[in-house]
């Protein structure tokens, strides 16, 4: 105890500078330490890397149509969705292809008969005339139905300045979701725009 007494004698008691420097460093010892081994810092970096890189719009559902342009020059035309006429034209156009598209509600057909002058018999009401004969028309030549929601548009059959006229009526029930009518018209002939009126039932 006398020992004791003696060393403690010799202790200098320390100042409020001293103090304070001991309780930061009794503080920062109880403080938790984050460690990061090296793969919890690269996941960490991948995660952020992801977050940049995600898009901005991400898409919802499918596409109204798809166009593709084929090795062999022609082009498929895809339709899910009787929507956006002007955007599949324009992207026609894009494809090389002049062409008039309508969409139309359920039953109905355009009250402009004809719209325009056709480069065949495939329109202007002489399909009785020459049925059996469609293979002979440049209008069937240019564009084919492939499936329910396809159609082949082939350019080698369509000459400058003509435009393939495409007209989509919904179906109110059945496998088919819509009636389709493809045909060519003329160069210089106007296509004039279509005024939906009812489909006659008999």
């Known amino acids: 105890m006398n020992e004791l007494k003696s060393m403690w004698a010799t202790v200098q008691p320390g100042t409020e500078e001293d103090l304070a420097g001991a309780r930061r460093r009794l503080l920062n010892g109880m403080r938790p330490r984050r460690r990061f081994t090296a793969p919890r810092l690269l996941v960490a970096a991948g995660a ?94 240019a564009t084919r139905v492939l499936s329910l929601h396809e159609i082949k548009i082939s350019p080698e059959h369509i000459r400058p300045g003509e435009t393939v006229v495409l007209e989509y009526s919904e179906m109110p029930a059945g496998p088919a979701p819509w009636r389709l009518g493809t045909w060519l018209a003329k160069a210089g002939s106007t296509v004039k725009s279509c005024t939906p009126i009812p489909r006659p039932t008999s």
């Open 48 to 141: 952020a890397a992801a977050v940049v890189a995600t898009p901005l719009i991400v898409a919802t559902g499918t596409p109204a149509y798809a166009v593709t342009t084929n090795p062999d020059g022609t082009i498929t035309v895809a339709v899910n969705e009787l929507r956006d006429p002007e955007a599949l034209e324009a992207d026609l156009r894009a494809a090389g292809v002049n062409a008039d598209v309508t969409f139309l509600p359920t039953d109905t057909w355009c009250a402009e008969t004809p719209r325009f002058d056709s480069v065949d018999a495939a329109y202007n009401g002489n399909e009785v005339l020459t049925r059996g004969k469609e293979k002979e028309w440049r209008s069937f030549q």
